[in-house]
């Protein structure tokens, strides 16, 4: 294949940025549009008085399979937090972690009382369990929500509540455990065998890298610049962008999922949305809490969801005179609550958990609403998603919604989408 091929990318999210690198990479002419002033899609980062604010809380899973292989981690200097997480309510914190990765907080983690001595042997077999499967061995396998499959396993109903429940609504952003329970074997099998971490340089680290390695190949990416319409012509493509009309012998599809489903009438792509509210919150010094590096869970309610002490993990999170919080709500309700009753319960949940602390001085940074955060992943919901080919013509999709809703699902699907090309075009 020659660069006399030409294809043009809608979307400079995680998945057209992996799409365009693989294609510029096999010779291919590359062209990328983004209707933002910027790349990364969901994944982008705000400054704020000196503060690192990503649109909403996100991390990186080292072991996912697609970010090892897509990004050179060592040059996004990464920030990981503590194994395990620290389980809150009014006047009570414990610690929760997995002693083969975090043997200090071993004590601790064996005389926790929120969760049984079962539940932690199970916990193990778990582990076990979904570490002798791949990605699509469990993708592949039977379904059931996250909550039917734990009871399933035996778990106790305190483990689930106190521990998985908040954990999880933090990672599907579903507290009510409906989700596939796939999605919970493989986050719970990359937690197992890498690290959750933070770029020093925000979340937005992550599309920047992906970025360079696109036009290092050859691509060009044009921000700031939407795409309205897509259509098969012949052996090819027509794209129309807000200026201009390009002719593509193939196109990839890269946008939001309902961008996605208008530009090429898919119907398959998943559009029902789950929601999430983040305030980014600091307090006038340095002093860290103290399970600094743990994500903190509302074993008690969900506002917030979990609070998570950003500068203690990334300390370039914030100036160095301040400590910087995210604390996550979860819902639609929760978009149309004002700021200050959002600092407020994050203020209140802090202080039920630290009473030796003062948390008046706590002031809100920034609150991100995300109408769209995540596509809903019910049981079964992975079997009738789109395939990369699935558009009439020589039009293929990349995004999550082709594989399942997260940072390795993203970058999988630019992958698979840009082999698609290369193969039918060859």
């Given amino acids: 294949m020659d660069d006399s091929t030409s294809v043009v990318v809608v979307g400079a999210g995680l998945s057209g940025l992996v799409a365009a690198r693989h294609l510029a990479d096999a ?4 062209t990328v549009f983004e209707r933002r002033e910027a790349v990364g899609g969901r994944v982008r980062t705000h400054r704020v008085d000196g503060f690192t604010v990503d649109r909403g809380f996100q991390v990186l899973f080292t072991a996912y399979p697609a970010v090892r292989r897509e990004l050179d981690l060592d040059a996004l200097d990464l920030h990981a937090f503590s194994p395990g997480a620290v389980i809150a309510r009014p006047g009570e914190r414990s610690v929760l972690s997995d002693p083969l990765r975090d043997p200090l907080s071993l004590t601790d983690s064996i005389f ?23 990605e699509a061995e469990i993708f592949g396998s039977s379904d059931a929500s996250i909550h039917d499959y734990l009871r399933d396993w035996g778990f106790s109903d305190r483990y689930v509540e106190n521990f998985v429940a908040p954990f999880y609504g933090g990672i599907t952003l579903d ?16 937690m197992s065998e890498g690290k959750i971490a933070l770029p020093a340089d925000g979340m ?48 990839v599809v890269a946008a939001d999922p309902r961008t996605a489903r208008r530009l090429t009438g898919v119907a398959s792509i998943p559009t029902t949305a789950r929601s999430s509210t983040t305030l980014y919150c600091a307090l006038p010094d340095d002093a860290p809490l103290d399970d600094e590096r743990k994500i903190h869970l509302n074993a008690a ?7 998570v002490p950003l500068s203690s993990v990334a300390p370039s999170y914030a ?16 978009l149309d609550v004002d700021e200050a009753d959002l600092l407020e319960s994050t203020r209140d949940a802090l202080a039920s958990w630290y009473p030796e602390r003062l948390f008046g001085g706590l002031e809100a940074v920034r609150t991100e609403r995300i109408e769209f955060a995540q596509f809903a992943q019910p049981p079964g919901i992975h079997d009738d998603l789109p395939d990369t080919r699935d558009p009439n013509g020589p039009v293929y999709l990349a995004g999550d919604y082709t594989t399942w809703s997260s940072i390795q699902g993203a970058m999988r699907s630019g992958r698979e989408a840009a082999d698609a090309i290369v193969a039918d075009l060859d």
């Fill in 27 to 30: 010779g291919v002419n590359v």
């Fill in 112 to 134: 926790n009382r929120e969760v049984t001595t079962t539940d932690k042997l199970r916990t193990l077999a778990l582990r076990q369990h979904v570490g002798s499967r791949d």
């Fill in 175 to 190: 507290r009510s455990l409906s989700t596939s329970k796939r999605v919970f074997e493989y986050t719970f099998k990359a």
């Fill in 204 to 251: 937005a680290a992550v599309p920047a890298q992906l970025a360079e390695r696109a036009r290092d190949t050859g691509a060009t990416i044009n921000v700031d610049e939407a795409v309205a319409a897509v259509a098969p012509d012949g052996d090819g493509a027509v794209v129309e962008t807000e200026s201009r009309t390009l002719d593509a012998d193939a196109v």
């Fill in 301 to 307: 309610d969900d506002r917030p969801n979990i609070v």
């Fill in 319 to 334: 100036p160095d005179d301040r400590t910087s919080f995210a604390a996550t709500f979860l819902g639609g309700d929760a």
